[in-house]
């Protein structure tokens, strides 16, 4: 059953017990416990945008427009050595800010970029445009 009554971000409480027509009679079973849930949004967050690179002495530093919607929890930024992958995703865990440094650069090395947005309940947006940046601070 699917409760379409819901407000996103509110909490609600839920019990299940199966139920029979017997005759004029409904029989109700032995309930379930109680279950608590947050009602969250299963659409992805909108692509970051605006992405850009800058070569700095200690590293490459990224900035970008974050995603608008409000159950953005954060952005998972992601690295390759070409525009065509492989992408591999750096800093090990969501991103919270719109900046970031990437300090595991080589000196003459170019380096592709993109950002992916997600959601307080773990959907992900398409990911941003990708950038180039070549290391020579």
């Known amino acids: 059953m699917l409760d379409r009554t819901v407000s996103l971000g509110q909490a609600y409480e839920y019990e299940v017990a199966a139920a029979r027509q017997i005759g004029d009679y409904t029989v109700v079973g032995r309930p379930t416990p109680w279950v608590s ?3 969250r949004s299963m659409q ?44 591999t995703q750096m ?14 650069v080589k000196l003459g090395q170019s380096y592709c970029y993109r950002v992916v947005a997600v ?15 070549k ?3």
């Open 44 to 87: 992805p967050p909108s692509p970051p945008t605006g992405l850009v690179g800058a070569s700095l002495q200690d590293g490459i530093y990224l900035r970008f427009t974050p995603s608008p919607q409000l159950d953005t929890a954060g952005y998972y930024l992601l690295r390759a050595p070409a525009k065509q992958g492989p992408w």
């Open 91 to 104: 800093g090990g865990e969501l991103n919270r800010e719109n900046t970031f440094v990437d300090k595991d």
């Open 119 to 133: 959601s307080e309940s773990g959907v992900q947006s398409k990911p941003s445009d990708i950038i180039e940046v």
């Open 135 to 137: 290391h020579q601070p």
């Open 37 to 39: 849930a947050v009602a």
